[in-house]
């Protein structure tokens, strides 16, 4: 008898820890780096899950099944907004899902970008250090409605890293006094480093538009490096997320120096130099110094 108290006590057991241990919520981030921002503030209390890994396109991403599936076992997806992923809405509404969706972009000032020579909102505000604070205090809130019962985890996670951002950004300023003001003057493959520009005192020239997608003409590349002549700009920079073929073109027809790989929209592996946000600032930075900074 009392051998088979034990073993019920025993087969008992599992179940109490499993009504003790809630499942994670499931979050999905539309690419690389707000899946970083979620995973600095939500640490290992969620199941993150990311549509356009490290090094991919997100202007180019075709979305799957598999993405589908994901969205609509999600209890809150994060997404960037101001435009960038345009297949969110089809996804979403093809998925079912009826999580609730951060826009990590809202309560950022916008600037403008150009895409086939018309205007439009530049969705690329993360450049922007100051706006990524403002993407970690969305994402915050919106894991604190998700999950309540772990609000305190996610509030302390975000004010630590809240923190580190400034630290990045007094680190990145002191990289941009390193740079003489005449040099700062750069083309890199399409036009994501508005809000960099603006933030840093910067002017970035690009082929491409805000988008990828966007090719552009054979007579914009020989306007493009005809200016670069004329004005001198000293540096042409790859991109991690493009094919590096034009700019090489660029720089060697214009006798612009190439710098390193600049990233724009998307983090590098685990193994790269910026795997997490706030290293591909520094990262960034780095390759900046590297080629515009005077050396001794």
């Known amino acids: 008898m009392r051998m088979k108290s034990l073993l019920a006590?025993?087969?008992?057991?599992?179940?109490?820890?499993w009504a003790e241990t809630p499942e994670k919520p499931r979050v999905?981030?539309?690419?690389?780096?707000?899946?970083?921002?979620?995973?600095?503030?939500?640490?290992?209390?969620?199941?993150?899950?990311?549509?356009?890994?490290?090094?991919?396109?997100?202007?180019?991403?075709?979305?799957?099944?598999?993405n589908a599936q994901a969205l609509k076992q999600a209890k809150l997806i994060v997404v960037n907004g101001l435009g960038l992923e345009g297949f969110?809405?089809?996804?979403?509404?093809?998925?079912?899902?009826?999580?609730?969706?951060?826009?990590?972009?809202?309560?950022?000032?916008?600037?403008?970008?150009?895409?086939?020579?018309?205007?439009?909102?530049?969705?690329?505000?993360?450049?922007?250090?100051?706006?990524?604070?403002?993407?970690?205090?969305?994402?915050?809130?919106?894991?604190?409605?998700?999950?309540?019962?772990?609000?305190?985890?996610?509030?302390?996670?975000?004010?630590k890293f809240l923190a580190r951002l400034d630290a990045t950004e007094q680190r990145v300023r002191a990289g941009v006094a390193e740079i003489p003001e005449k040099n700062r003057r750069i083309v890199t493959t399409h036009d994501a480093f508005g809000y960099f520009a603006a933030a840093y005192g910067f002017e970035f020239l690009a082929p491409q538009g805000i988008s990828t997608d966007a090719e552009p003409s054979a007579k914009d590349i020989v306007k493009l490096i005809q200016q670069i002549k004329r004005e001198k700009i000293p540096a042409v920079f790859l991109e991690n997320i493009s094919d590096?073929?034009?700019?090489?073109?660029?720089?060697?027809?214009?006798?612009?120096?190439?710098?390193?790989?600049?990233?724009?929209d998307a983090l590098s592996a685990n193994d790269g130099p910026a795997p997490t946000y706030i290293d591909m600032m520094n990262h960034n930075m780095d390759e900046l110094k590297k080629a515009l900074a005077p050396h001794s």
């Open 9 to 17: 006590a025993l087969l008992l057991l599992p179940c109490a820890a």
């Open 28 to 66: 999905v981030a539309s690419f690389s780096i707000l899946g970083d921002f979620v995973r600095e503030i939500g640490g290992e209390k969620v199941d993150l899950r990311v549509l356009v890994g490290p090094n991919g396109d997100v202007h180019a991403f075709q979305p799957s099944p598999a």
């Open 88 to 159: 969110i809405p089809r996804l979403i509404a093809s998925s079912g899902s009826k999580a609730p969706v951060v826009v990590a972009s809202q309560g950022v000032k916008t600037i403008e970008g150009e895409e086939d020579g018309k205007k439009g909102v530049d969705p690329h505000a993360w450049q922007s250090i100051a706006n990524a604070k403002i993407y970690a205090a969305n994402i915050r809130d919106g894991l604190v409605a998700a999950d309540p019962a772990d609000a305190e985890f996610f509030k302390a996670r975000a004010e």
């Open 244 to 264: 590096p073929r034009l700019m090489k073109r660029i720089g060697e027809e214009s006798g612009a120096k190439i710098g390193g790989d600049l990233f724009s």
